[in-house]
T-cell receptor, first 113, second 116 residues
Framework: DQQVKQNSPSLSVQEGRISILNCDYT??????FLWYKKYPAEGPTFLIS?????DKNEDGRFTVFLNKSAKHLSLHIVPSQPGDSAVYFC????????????FGTGTRLQVTL | DTGVSQDPRHKITKRGQNVTFRCDPI?????LYWYRQTLGQGPEFLTY????????KSRLLSDRFSAERPKGSFSTLEIQRTEQGDSAMYLC??????????????FGPGTRLTVL
């Protein structure tokens, strides 16, 4: 049972445009959500997070939006840069328990010139 | 470099052999996690430690797998009698938990295991 879903395996965006990566979850106990970026041959790198008490969190070019009623979150990158090309994983956790992360399957973002 | 380190980065072994991986977390971090990632999937939780205590194990962690974290510092993950289905990237992560702090996990580069 896939509790965190990223339905787009890949996304291609032109440099300077907005990248929007989507994530859906099914477990209503999840209350903290994170986005990680992963380059080949490296471990995931933390990007940005959001608590369920918020609906938006912004950090520079990265903004995460959370829609609790729809159990949906999205990561916006604007403007997109070639160095943003990587695999992006959405992750969720129930901080009342162990804080183990449940990951989606990832979206490969390609930012073209 | 004060990040999470893992050793070895790559391991090729024959089916039936035992392998052991090591993870060195960020020094002040009290939690340590092991995840496994297979091709086309996100990382899947295996087990975690708070200091030296192993507090949770996933049902993915069969009895051929054992993890330790002696003295609450580095951790080892051993796989006995490896099978081809064990081929994956094994990721270690660490975090610090404290009052009012979020449990952000920092990942190491992973150990890629290939079982022939």
């Amino acid at each position: 049972d896939q509790q965190v879903k990223q339905n787009s395996p890949s996304l291609s965006v032109q440099e300077g445009r907005i990248s929007i990566l989507n994530c859906d979850y099914t477990n209503s106990m999840f209350d903290y959500f994170l986005w990680y970026k992963k380059y080949p041959a490296e471990g995931p790198t933390f990007l940005i997070s959001i608590s369920s008490i918020k609906d938006k969190n912004e950090d520079g070019r990265f903004t995460v939006f959370l829609n609790k009623s729809a159990k949906h979150l999205s990561l916006h990158i604007v403007p997109s840069q070639p160095g943003d090309s990587a695999v992006y994983f959405c992750a969720a956790t129930d901080t009342g328990t162990a804080s183990k992360l449940t990951f989606g399957t990832g979206t490969r973002l390609q930012v073209t010139l | 470099d004060t990040g999470v380190s893992q050793d070895p980065r790559h391991k090729i072994t024959k089916r039936g052999q035992n392998v052991t991986f090591r993870c060195d977390p960020i020094s002040e971090h009290n939690r340590l996690y092991w995840y496994r990632q297979t091709l086309g999937q996100g990382p899947e939780f295996l087990t975690y430690f708070q200091n030296e205590a192993q507090l949770e194990k996933s049902r993915l962690l069969s009895d051929r797998f054992s993890a330790e974290r002696p003295k609450g510092s580095f951790s080892t993950l051993e796989i006995q009698r490896t099978e081809q289905g064990d081929s994956a990237m094994y990721l270690c992560a660490s975090s610090y938990t404290g009052t009012g702090l979020r449990d952000e996990q920092f990942f190491g580069p992973g150990t890629r295991l290939t079982v022939l």
